[in-house]
Nanobody, 128 residues
C-alpha cells in the first residue's frame, strides 16, 4: 500500500503560479503510476494530468495543457504539479492518485476508477 499526502495549495491571483507536492510513503514509489485530479464545488472529480512510473510519459487534460506540468522524483517519493497562468476556473480541491503497476509497466489513465489510492486533497483558490 501507499499513503499520499498533498501540500502546496493556497490562494493565488489569476495569472499566478503554485506548485503542489504529493509525498508518498509505503511501497516503492516507482511501482505506481500517478495522477492529479481536481474537484470543484458541485462538480465531479476530473482528470488533470498523469505520469508513468519513470516520468518518461505524461498526459494532460486539454484545459491545462501548456499551463500545468507534472513531474516526479522517485528518489524522493514525491509527485509534483507546477501550475502556471492560473485561472479562476482552476479553483478546486486537488488530489493526487496512485495505481500499483507491474515492474516498469507503461500505463496511466484518465479515469478515477483506475486508481487505487488517493490523498486527502489540497485546496487551490484562484481569485480574479
Amino acid at each position: 500500500q501507499v499513503q499520499l499526502v498533498e501540500s502546496g495549495g493556497g490562494l493565488v491571483q489569476a495569472g499566478g503560479s503554485l506548485r503542489l507536492s504529493c509525498a508518498a510513503s509505503g511501497r516503492t514509489f516507482s511501482m505506481y503510476a500517478m495522477g492529479w485530479f481536481r474537484q470543484a464545488p458541485g462538480k465531479e472529480r476530473e482528470f488533470v494530468t498523469s505520469i508513468i512510473w519513470s516520468g518518461g510519459s505524461t498526459d494532460y487534460a486539454d484545459s491545462v495543457k501548456g499551463r500545468f506540468t507534472i513531474s516526479r522524483d522517485n528518489a524522493k517519493n514525491t509527485l509534483y504539479l507546477q501550475m502556471n497562468s492560473l485561472k479562476p476556473e482552476d479553483t478546486a480541491v486537488y488530489y493526487c492518485a496512485a495505481r500499483s503497476i507491474g515492474s516498469r509497466e507503461i500505463a496511466t489513465a484518465t479515469s478515477t476508477r483506475w486508481y487505487n489510492y488517493w490523498g486527502q486533497g489540497t485546496q487551490v483558490t484562484v481569485s480574479s
